[in-house]
């Protein structure tokens, strides 16, 4: 069945680096669009980034707050999509969560999601 986990969260510092996976079961990730997300308690889920399907060119996008600090990008050998954050802020801490799509990174729905892996940004 379809399925993803996220791994590499934790503790860093202000200023920082984390490399987070998002690592796929049952499926090939290559075929589908894949965004992260992350959440904090009493807030709404913020879009973080997302890379396109290989069909679309995997293009990728990222929300204005983490532009030039983040990169998504697939690894096709281990079959899972990376978001390396770089320059971390204690406004990054956050639940990181991989989600799914077939249609569109600009989807409503999302199919498929893991469990989340926690990003704290804190000294």
């Known amino acids: 069945q379809l399925q993803v986990v996220e791994s590499g969260g934790g503790l860093v510092q202000p200023g920082g680096s984390l490399r987070l996976s998002c690592a796929a079961s049952g499926f090939t990730l290559d075929y589908y669009h894949i965004k992260w997300f992350r959440q904090v308690p009493g807030k709404e889920r913020e879009g973080v980034s997302c890379i396109s399907n290989s069909n679309s060119g995997s293009t990728t996008d990222y929300a204005d707050s983490v532009k030039g600090r983040f990169t998504i990008s697939r690894d096709k050998h281990k079959n899972t999509v990376d978001l390396q954050m770089n320059s971390l802020k204690p406004e990054d801490t956050a639940v990181y969560y991989c989600?799914?799509?077939?249609?569109?990174?600009?989807?409503?729905?999302?199919?498929?999601w893991g469990q989340g892996t926690v990003v704290t940004v804190s000294t």
């Open positions: 989600a799914v799509s077939r249609s569109s990174c600009l989807a409503k729905y999302f199919e498929v």
